[in-house]
């Protein structure tokens, strides 16, 4: 039997691969454009939902003209606190428990503004819904699990000096230096901002990511960065998959030590593997979905931005995710941007039950990998703890509708 959308509405839910810059309220930008003095293409929801978040894009291009825009209302503490504010309340209200809210500090940094200081005003935000709601009935009197999440910070495969000041400053400071050393500085830099905030400063940072554009920019630029994660213990996700193929998810794992995958569309695209020292390419593709499934590398599938960014899927029905559940592969369903895809949690599962006929149990296993397998911002006994608050009201909520 199928969930229904009111179902899944009421179930415990995670996003682990969730962009802050991309999770913005289209009233929230308007009113943070027009506060700073910034230019929209247009100052109402219907004329940005027209010219600038989508329905449908042409390219991934297409689909990442917008982060111009929220980039450029979140460049102080104040806007970065509100808009994780409202993202943590945006999800609670839909049953999304827990939330791993990912987004490059470096793209928000300027003079007197560093990145712990960015890390701060993004914590700040999702601090006070998470003490929110902790006193609320919900949890006081209903024992709905309390709201959770930690911080995802993203080193990018490619950037320029006009992305922000302080990549600027960066390529100013290593003029002489090849553009490609660049980007591993850069990526280095922030992974040691992200240890020192876990482990002085005791904020929630519970992994390091790449992000970016992956055909040409290789992780292999970025080894220096994961290795120095990896050897403090802090959780590694790879953009991987998304926009080539599946060398890149192969290279994500084996070089950049990469514990989940986001994306990981094309790991069944034996058709873009390019290397000339691979005959059997369809056995490529299988013997790689072999090693994740028995690694249990979880993959983040979002559905909805997949098909935006590369239209030539088609239809929901094309998407990998089929492949990914007849593999039995761990895999959990996210958002990736909810206004630039227009999405929410329940929607994405939604649109998965309807696309591949999945019953409850199918939806069960990826809800619940999606707890088991996050980067949760404590100790192992503590993530079990939670997890079994978890599962027992997530089997309360099937209970009690089926009795409905």
């Known amino acids: 039997m199928k969930p229904s959308r009111n179902l899944l509405l009421s179930l415990p839910k995670t996003d682990l691969h969730v962009h802050l810059d991309g999770s913005l309220r289209v009233e929230t930008l308007i009113d943070l454009a027009k506060k700073q003095g910034m230019e929209l293409p247009s100052y109402t929801r219907e004329g940005l939902e027209e010219l600038v978040f989508k ?38 209200n839909e049953g999304v428990c827990y939330i791993e809210v990912r987004f490059a500090p470096h793209l928000h940094m300027r003079p007197g503004f560093d990145c712990q200081s960015v890390l701060d005003a993004v914590n700040a935000g999702l601090e006070k819904a998470q003490k929110e709601h902790a006193a609320s009935d919900a949890v006081q009197k209903n024992k709905e699990p309390e709201f959770r999440y930690g911080l ?52 929630p940072v519970v992994a390091f990511d790449l992000a970016g554009e992956e055909k040409g920019f290789p992780a292999e630029d970025h080894m220096a960065a994961f290795q120095f994660a990896k050897e403090n213990f802090l959780k590694r996700t790879v953009h991987a998959g998304e926009a080539y193929g599946p060398e890149s998810i192969y290279q994500a794992i084996t070089s950049a030590h990469a514990d989940r995958i986001g994306h990981g569309y094309h790991l069944f695209s034996p058709e873009l593997i390019s290397s000339s020292k691979v005959s059997n390419k369809a056995g490529y593709c299988e013997a790689l979905a072999q090693y994740v499934a028995d690694r249990r590398i979880t993959i983040e599938v979002c559905i909805t931005s997949n098909l935006q960014t590369n239209p030539e899927i088609g239809s929901v029905e094309n998407h990998a995710f089929k492949k990914m559940l007849e593999h039995k592969l761990s895999a959990t369903l996210c958002t990736d941007n909810r206004l630039m895809s227009r999405t929410t949690v329940t929607n994405e599962l939604n649109i998965a039950v309807e696309a591949f006929d999945m019953n409850q149990a199918l939806v069960r296993n990826t809800i619940i990998y999606g707890f088991k397998r996050s980067f949760f911002p404590g100790s192992y006994l503590e993530k079990r703890s939670y997890v079994r608050r978890v599962i027992d009201y997530y089997d309360r909520v099937i209970e009690e509708h089926s009795t409905q």
Do not use: H, M
């Open 55 to 92: 329905a449908n894009y042409e390219s991934l291009g297409d689909y990442l003209k917008g982060f111009g825009y929220t980039c450029g209302v979140l460049q102080d503490p104040e806007s970065l606190e509100q808009v994780a504010y409202e993202l943590a309340w945006d999800n609670i």
């Open 152 to 203: 995802i910070l993203c080193a990018l495969r490619k950037f320029g000096p006009q992305f922000s000041p302080w990549y600027g400053q960066l390529f100013d400071a290593l003029s002489e230096s090849p553009v490609r050393s660049i980007y591993s500085a850069a990526s280095l830099e922030l992974a040691r901002s992200a240890v020192k905030a876990r482990d002085e400063r005791g904020l």
